[in-house]
């Protein structure tokens, strides 16, 4: 039920937006340019392909989220050299994609992203590849965000919730207060 895509990011793309897109993005730095025209373009291949959804302008809120057609729930991802849109049936749910460039995450963040438990799991790995799943423990926060505030319209810090992660790629986000309609101890599940 959910569809992914990927591609680099191009200046190529920068050329492939609707008037209404590269207005959203006029006064932007080139490297924003390119990473948001990618994501747009990418959007447009989904939607046409998956939703049979033609020339929809992809914009976004004023709150900078995008601006999804009727029934589509979406999600969008970048990094400066990749990007990745996520898209579901809305009757299915909401979605969210994170998508990162880099091997790990720093060690100075993790107290700033994430709660003790989950460090102090991270804690309990073999040292080569606790960073990696640190930054997968980040990657999902940042996904489970983008998932939920469509439905919640509110901003939610990286405490609020707490990820469990299996070796097996699924991992489970379980809210640590009310978010919106997401009571706290709300399990969402997704894939790592």
Excluded at 35 to 56: M, N, Y
Excluded at 127 to 153: C, V
Aim: net charge negative; proline share 3%; with cysteine.
């Amino acid at each position: 039920r959910v569809h992914v895509l990927t591609t680099e990011v191009s200046d190529g793309a920068i050329g492939t937006m609707s008037a209404a897109e590269a207005r959203a993005v006029a006064l932007a730095a080139a490297k924003r340019k390119r990473e948001f025209a990618t994501a747009r373009l990418l959007a447009r291949e989904g939607l046409e392909r998956f939703f049979d959804v033609r020339g929809f302008d992809l914009i976004n809120d004023a709150e900078r989220a995008p601006i999804w057609p009727e029934g589509i729930s979406g999600s969008i991802s970048h990094s400066n050299v990749r990007a990745w849109v996520a898209l579901v049936d809305g009757a299915f749910g909401t979605i969210g994609i994170d998508g990162e460039h880099r091997d790990e995450l720093e060690r100075d963040l993790w107290h700033m992203t994430m709660l003790d438990r989950e460090v102090a799991f991270l804690e309990t790995l073999d040292e080569s590849i606790r960073g990696r799943r640190a930054l997968a423990l980040f990657s999902a926060k940042e996904a489970l965000y983008k998932a939920q505030y469509p439905r919640s319209g509110e901003y939610m810090g990286f405490m609020a919730l707490r990820v469990e992660l299996d070796e097996d790629g699924a991992l489970r986000c379980i809210f640590q207060q009310d978010v919106g309609p997401f009571p706290e101890g709300f399990v969402a599940h997704g894939r790592w």
